[in-house]
């Protein structure tokens, strides 16, 4: 704990010995994320040097570290209760990539970037050699521009816009001071960060900056929370939605091209439901589960989670099930 009342940890392997540098960092991380190594990468040195500041409901991270690919998996988020926003600021590096469950292909990002994630939906990350900000924050504070949180996960701040400069300086300015801050002042130039930060993806989002960007935000929600209020009906598809709704079929396409379209969305969130229910539910038959959330079969149910999670439904069951005997 510093003087001023901010939690704070530092976390370095420097001192440990080089084939157990990696396998720290992984300890390290391992209640939220999973690293991908190769076997050859567990047996060199390896650099992380982390700086953490737990701030009231946030928590802020300065780190470098060599190159790593990490993942969030549906089965890791099945098994903890992370269930907050996560913005990741590079501040250097020119190839780092992502993918997301929605798009299934990888994108690339640079240094200046900032990527958002929610922490309930799977994430694959290969990341280069870089000094990088984590800042993350609790969802509800993200719902006067979106609604449903979650809409923000795999978005990314182009790191050419001003507005995107200014959060990075921003945010490297705060975790360089925190020791000498006041707990309230550094509360209250967090609070004022994250709203920047939302403002700015709910810009890139079109769901801000307008009237006619509020519109589309209430109408975004609309569409949402009728997915979420119809997902059990087997006819439920973007034709169903677009006639039920009386919306251009145009403004659906545009309101869901990031996550890969009405449709893609739809199945994700039958299938981020039946996760759920797999491991919350284990009484239930998986076909069942299959059924509730709007699938005609059961063998069409595991070939879609399969597909999607690369892992069957009875094996993320089965796997959860030793997970919680294990402990």
């Not at 182009?158 to 200014?166: A, F, M, V, Y």
């Amino acid at each position: 704990m510093l003087a001023n009342g901010i939690a704070y940890n530092r976390f370095d392997v420097a001192g440990l010995p080089p084939q157990q540098q990696l396998l720290a960092y992984w300890e390290q991380l391992g209640h939220v994320i999973e690293l991908v190594p190769s076997r050859e990468q567990v047996r060199q040195p390896f650099i992380c040097i982390n700086d953490r500041y737990d701030i009231g409901e946030f928590r802020m991270s300065d780190t470098y570290t060599d190159d790593v690919v990490f993942e969030r998996t549906i089965a890791r988020i099945s098994r903890d209760t992370a269930r907050s926003i996560g913005f990741t600021i590079f501040l250097d590096g020119e190839a780092h990539s992502v993918m997301t469950h929605a798009k299934k292909r990888e994108f690339t990002l640079c240094g200046g970037s900032v990527l958002a994630n929610d922490l309930e939906q799977p994430m694959h990350v290969r990341r280069q050699a870089c000094r990088y900000i984590t800042l993350v924050a609790p969802p509800n504070l993200l719902r006067h521009v979106f609604p449903d949180p979650g809409a923000i996960h795999g978005r990314v701040l182009d790191p050419s816009k001003p507005g995107t400069r200014l959060i990075v300086q921003r945010a490297r300015t705060l975790v360089e001071n925190f020791r000498y801050m006041l707990f309230e002042d550094a509360h209250r130039r967090l609070t004022d960060l994250v709203e920047l930060i939302v403002a700015a993806f709910g810009e890139e989002a079109g769901l801000s900056g307008s009237k006619r960007a509020v519109g589309r935000a209430l109408m975004f929600d609309h569409v949402r929370r009728y997915v979420r209020a119809n997902l059990q009906e087997y006819e439920l598809s973007p034709q169903s939605v677009i006639e039920s709704l009386g919306l251009p079929r145009s403004t659906i396409y545009r309101m869901f091209e990031h996550e890969g379209g009405l449709g893609a969305y739809i199945q994700h969130l039958r299938l981020r439901t039946a996760a759920d229910d797999l491991v919350r539910i284990p009484i239930v038959p998986i076909k069942d589960i299959g059924y509730s959330v709007g699938f005609k079969s059961a063998a069409h149910f595991t070939r879609a989670f399969q597909h999607a999670y690369e892992i069957t439904p009875k094996e993320m069951r089965l796997n959860h099930y030793r997970y919680r005997h294990a402990e």
